[in-house]
């Protein structure tokens, strides 16, 4: 079975290579272009894992992550953060908000597809 997807990010650019890298690595992708739509896009689908960009307009990643983590259906679903951001006080805080992981922008479509079976145990 393959696993569904949701990808937030708000650069077209970083949407469509990380859609390549995870389309390619026999996922499937769906793809949002801000937290609020993210926020939205899943509470109308089931999703196996969300890669989420910090810095968007109308709502961030990481707010989209508190609002996520309050849903019961989706207190479970891993959610990796890909940003430009390193910050140890901002990954702390991502993390207390319920971010499974964390990978830096630029990032490695390998290191995208290592970290992303890693979190979904397959």
């Known amino acids: ?54 810095n968007m307009p109308v709502m961030d990643g990481l707010t989209m992550i508190e609002e996520l983590r309050k849903l019961p259906a989706q207190a479970g679903v891993p959610i990796i953060f890909l940003t430009t951001e390193s910050d140890a006080d901002l990954k702390a805080r991502a993390k207390a908000a319920g971010a499974t992981g964390w990978l830096t922008k630029p990032f490695d479509p390998e290191s995208l597809v290592k970290i992303v079976k890693k979190v979904l145990g397959r």
């Open 1 to 54: 079975m393959t696993a569904n997807i949701l990808t937030v990010d708000d650069s077209a650019s970083i949407r469509l290579t990380t859609k390549v890298t995870l389309t390619n690595a026999g996922y499937s992708v769906t793809e949002a272009v801000n937290g609020a739509e993210g926020l939205a896009t899943a509470k109308g689908s089931s999703f196996d894992l969300i890669v989420t960009d910090l």
